[in-house]
T-cell receptor, first 114, second 112 residues
């Protein structure tokens, strides 16, 4: 089954404790992206990747890191999480060129930073 | 930057009625996409309409695009309880191949 998976689905952590949210897709998509969703603000893009070893900042990259060492995986790293990073996070992938093709979304990771 | 704005923010209708949601945007686009999100879950792609298209259909969904007014509408005909969800429009800007700009969504409730 074609899908985007994220882990963990739920995470409660404390300020400053490094964490990684994994994302994997099995569709051989070139483009992958991370979003955060906050009430009333829609989706905001954090980082995106056009292909292996190619990443770039989205609209709200501060406090986040990403890497793309393999085509299928695109982990999101919070080196020192803060309470304002409490949010619902989505990973997405598409065939190529993020805005020209439909995006496939993972189920989301609900992160709470206390 | 928030380019797409959906209207209304919330909509509650009876099952069987038609639901119309609108999306307005500010700058020229390459395409516009509509997505559905069931409560707290991942978004699901519904329709992509390109800037040179005026209307597209998919089952009970009809999307129109008016580039002169910088607006799009999503019509769901003969609504069902399962259509209860939030609906988002996302615009692909002309000067960016890689980013979609998302609106805040319309929350649709279908009453049985």
């Amino acid at each position: 089954e074609a899908q985007v998976t994220q882990n963990p689905r739920y995470l409660i952590t404390v300020t400053g404790k490094k964490l990684t949210v994994t994302c994997s897709q099995n569709m051989n998509h070139e483009y992958m992206s991370w979003y955060r969703q906050d009430p009333g603000l829609g989706l905001r893009q954090i980082y995106y990747s056009m292909n292996v070893e190619v990443t770039d900042k989205g609209d709200v990259p501060e406090g986040y890191k990403v890497s793309r060492k393999e085509k299928r995986n695109f982990p999101l790293i919070l080196e020192s999480p803060s309470p304002n990073q409490t949010s619902l996070y989505f990973c997405a992938s598409s065939l190529a060129g993020g805005s020209s093709y439909e995006q496939y979304f993972g189920p989301g990771t609900r992160l709470t930073v206390t | 930057s928030q380019q797409g704005e959906e209207d209304p923010q919330a909509l509650s209708i009876q099952e069987g009625e038609n639901a119309t949601m609108n999306c307005s945007y500010k700058t020229s686009i390459n395409n516009l996409q509509w997505y559905r999100q069931n409560s707290g879950r991942g978004l699901v792609h519904l329709i992509l309409i390109r800037s040179n298209e005026r209307e597209k259909h998919s089952g009970r969904l009809r999307v129109t695009l008016d580039t002169s007014k910088k607006s799009s509408s999503l019509l769901i005909t003969a609504s069902r309880a399962a259509d209860t969800a939030s609906y988002f429009c996302a615009t692909a800007l002309m000067d960016s191949n890689y980013q979609l700009i998302w609106g805040a969504g319309t929350k649709l409730i279908i009453k049985p």
